[in-house]
């Protein structure tokens, strides 16, 4: 038996236990016809689904990176393997490929979960339905985790063990801390160096003013954002009876409250909040969708897809 088949088995077996755990089978079906293809201008073509490769001598190189487990070998530089031993992979620009980077929120905030699963848990599901559906178009994929001890940036590819690596890292990293996803946006915007398709899953739950100048660094980089916001349903009806205590789930803080008397207001500062999001979004030509963790994912994000292939057409 070849030695890499029982890697590639384990491989296999992880990856269908993760799905099972995020994904329902009704959402795998959904996901088995899935397809997010990339309608926008990459370096003055229209790409379109973009099944062509440029091959041969089209591409430019443009710079060297780590390997990480994954990358393919025939990719490595031989010569510096040979002079020093590092193993360096070689890159190169390709104008005909848009890549796709999963910002995903994984501040405590994130980890409320009440009458349905935690939220961190639903944008774990998000981002494995809409990462397999980007790879089915073999475009390239990559992740970053914005959370207190996250791993750095899974830089983009289309090689079959992405998805692998993808869930493994989600899986691995808990949601806890406080909101990263300004400062994580920045590194992210100055990181890229091609224009590309970056999408986010967060809840929000941060000051907008401090967020509206890092979308708009990235949008005039000319890369292109969604924001899907997940929240839990409690967070939107706010349809608690008894007095109690709200514990922050980022911090120590806590607030003793009587629902009856603040409700309508926190109803409509939650409304004020998420149409000044969809307004940022709007701006920057991105794509908004509000999801909720009592829905089921598989036919949310279809529905998504397809508002947002026409949207960038």
């Known amino acids: 038996m070849n030695s890499v088949e029982p890697q590639l088995n384990k491989a296999s077996a992880s990856q269908s236990y993760l799905l099972d755990e995020w994904l329902t089978s009704e959402d795998m079906t959904y996901l088995k016809k899935a397809s997010f293809p990339v309608n926008q201008r ?4 229209m790409s379109g689904i973009h099944r062509a490769r440029l091959r041969g001598g089209t591409t430019e190189f443009a710079e060297h990176r780590s390997y990480s487990p994954g990358d393919e070998v025939r990719k490595l530089d031989w010569r510096i393997v040979g002079r020093s031993d590092r193993l360096e992979i070689k890159l190169y620009d ?17 980890s409320f979960a009440e009458s349905s699963r935690s939220k961190y848990h639903f944008a774990q599901a998000i981002v494995a339905f809409l990462s397999k559906a980007v790879l089915q178009e073999r475009d390239p994929v990559g992740l970053l985790i914005a959370g207190d001890d996250a791993p750095g940036l899974l830089w983009p590819k289309a090689s079959s063990s992405q998805f692998h690596q993808i869930l493994h890292t989600l899986a691995q990293t808990p949601a806890s801390g406080e909101t990263r996803i300004a400062e994580s946006l920045r590194n992210l915007g100055k990181s890229l160096r091609n224009p590309t398709r970056v999408i986010i899953v967060s809840d929000a739950l941060l000051d907008l003013d401090t967020l509206e100048p890092e979308l ?3 949008t005039g980089r000319r890369h292109r954002f969604h924001w899907l916001q997940t929240l839990a349903p409690e967070e939107i009806t706010f349809d608690y009876k008894n007095p109690f205590r709200f514990v922050s789930l980022e ?7 009587n629902p009856h008397e603040i409700v309508d207001a926190y109803r409509a500062a939650v409304e004020d909040h998420i149409e000044k999001l969809r307004k940022i979004c709007l701006s920057n030509r991105a794509g908004y969708e509000p999801l909720v963790t009592d829905q089921p994912v598989g036919a949310s994000l279809t529905k998504f897809i397809e508002r947002q292939t026409t949207f960038m057409k």
């Not at 390709?94 to 994130?110: Q, R």
Request: glycine share 6%.
């Open 42 to 45: 990459v370096r003055g073509r």
């Open 216 to 218: 708009a660094f990235l």
């Open 251 to 257: 911090s120590n803080e806590s607030l003793d409250v």
């Open 94 to 110: 390709d104008p005909s490929t848009l890549e796709t980077v999963f910002l995903i929120d994984a501040s405590g905030s994130m």
